[in-house]
């Protein structure tokens, strides 16, 4: 039986709370601070307790099960980088605090940069921005920034992928600039003889370009350094999208490949619970030409009051920076939990986080590839596409495939996306799920493909077992309710 809502258990007189004796005198409060018509439930203590308890039963997460959305790397989080970040020295701060009050958390923001430097293969890292499409921005403000000091004015086009994250193209457009868009190959490579001609024409103009890598279809691009060349040789400089760094740590350094500014997802690669509205943090490499530029503040070791081993950090501001790009100094509490994940994994434990990540990637793309076209059939890194629809069962689409998922207990996949995949289904199976899951899940796919072509309205009509059933998602978002009001 469902649990009545709260406001159907709503009885006068009862209060869920009892407020202390008041130590002070009673004063009135201000006209117009409480709505006397606000209908607020009078429930127990007891009720309201199971009330919400109820509706975090309801809720989908890592914690409960397998959650494979592609491109999110929603993977499991070590309950150690929570209490970390909780501790009350960390968590009591303020960002006014003087420095010398604050010298344990500079200490690990400092080190964060070291270490992000060092994966990345970068000259310089600031933590200021609070999640990845804002690191993109701040990257592109960046590369535009390099420009303009240069005296080439006349830059104003970034070449983009059209594999790209969404994100990419909506940065450029922010950022002032034109974006041009560059096919892939039959590969799922960025075609180096589009990029060249696009090179030609618009190499006066050439920013720079943006380049996921490895791209939404989970692919390592196998002409990286060609496409790095190319760019370099007319004037203009690559953004690393660092979305998909789980593949990469411990094997590949973009700096190393010919990025010039990348940022890193510390809430997808480096340990924080991911969803939800947030948080998020996107700290940005710059190779040296770019380190100048880098958003202001960074933590530096300040040399005057450094005396042996005790040392003293403060914030600097590179000479050329494009500024402050937020409120304070970036996401502190992500950047606890990213230092202690780091930290506790060491160089050998983050290089297996990419191994078995794209292990698991493979290995579920092995168990499903018969049934679920997979366009670009080669290794993947941490995720794959696939096609979410059968030619004996024409009417089923990915989205009654992910629906139906919801049935078997797994939250679906990502959907639609890579767009150049008709039918997308984008699978991130990350590091930390046992094979045991992973066959469960291909097992679960493999029943699906059966039911579609045996009973397609199975599928059209899930979820069946869901506490609610399948919405108007357009809708939803357009029409958002976000109170309940009694009939």
């Not at 760094?245 to 619970?273: C, E, Q, W």
Request: one cysteine or more.
């Amino acid at each position: 039986m469902t649990e009545p809502l709260i406001f159907e258990l709503s009885s006068p007189g009862r209060c869920a709370a009892v407020l202390p004796a008041l130590d002070v005198p009673a004063s009135e409060l201000p006209a117009g601070l409480v709505r006397e018509d606000l209908p607020l439930p009078e429930v127990s203590e007891l009720d309201l307790v199971r009330h919400y308890t109820h509706l975090s039963q309801m809720n989908y997460a890592v914690d409960v099960g397998y959650y494979p959305l592609g491109s999110c790397t929603m993977k499991y989080n070590p309950k150690i980088n929570e209490d970390l970040c909780r501790l009350p020295g960390f968590a009591r701060l303020h960002p006014y605090q003087d420095e010398e009050l604050v010298q344990g958390a500079l200490f690990v923001m400092y080190f964060l940069q070291e270490f992000l430097k060092e994966i990345g293969g970068f000259a310089a890292v600031s933590l200021q921005p609070a999640a990845g499409a804002h690191g993109e921005l701040t990257g592109v403000l960046m590369m535009r920034a390099y420009q303009l000091d240069r005296g080439e004015a006349q830059r104003n086009v970034i070449l983009v992928p059209d594999s790209a994250h969404g994100t990419n193209p909506a940065t450029t457009t922010m950022s002032g600039l034109d974006v041009i868009e560059i096919p892939s190959d039959e590969r799922g490579n960025v075609d180096l003889r589009a990029l060249g001609t696009a090179c030609q024409e618009h190499g006066e103009r050439l920013v720079g370009m943006m380049l996921t890598n490895p791209n939404t279809l989970g692919l390592f691009d196998e002409h990286v350094q060609e496409i790095t060349d190319l760019v370099h040789e007319h004037g203009g400089l690559m953004y690393g999208d660092g979305a998909n760094m789980n593949a990469l740590l411990g094997i590949a350094r973009p700096g190393d490949l010919g990025f010039d500014v990348l940022h890193y997802n510390l809430h997808k690669t480096f340990s924080t619970p991911h969803g939800g509205g947030g948080p998020g943090s996107g700290p940005v490499g710059a190779s040296e030409r770019l380190a100048d530029f880098l958003p202001a503040p960074i933590v530096t070791r300040d040399p005057v009051r450094t005396d042996g081993d005790e040392v003293f950090y403060t914030f600097t501001d590179p000479p050329k920076s494009i500024g402050r790009v937020k409120s304070f100094y970036g996401q502190f509490g992500v950047m606890a939990r990213a230092y202690t994940y780091i930290r506790m994994l060491g160089a050998a434990g983050l290089r297996r986080v990419a191994e078995y990540a794209v292990l698991n990637a493979n290995y579920l793309m092995s168990r499903i590839k018969e049934t679920y076209p997979v366009p670009y059939d080669r290794v993947c890194m941490h995720e794959f596409v696939c096609e979410g629809h059968f030619s004996d069962a024409p009417d089923v689409h990915a989205l009654d495939i992910s629906k139906r998922l919801i049935d078997y207990g797994f939250h679906p996949p990502t959907n639609y996306f890579p767009l150049i995949v008709p039918e997308a289904l984008m699978i991130e199976p990350t590091e930390t799920e046992s094979k045991e899951t992973l066959d469960r899940f291909a097992d679960a796919l493999l029943r699906i493909a059966e039911e579609a072509r045996d009973d397609s309205d199975l599928l059209h009509e899930a979820p069946h077992r869901a506490p609610v059933r399948r919405l108007d998602e357009v809708q939803a978002a357009k029409e958002l309710i976000l109170r309940w009001e009694p009939s």
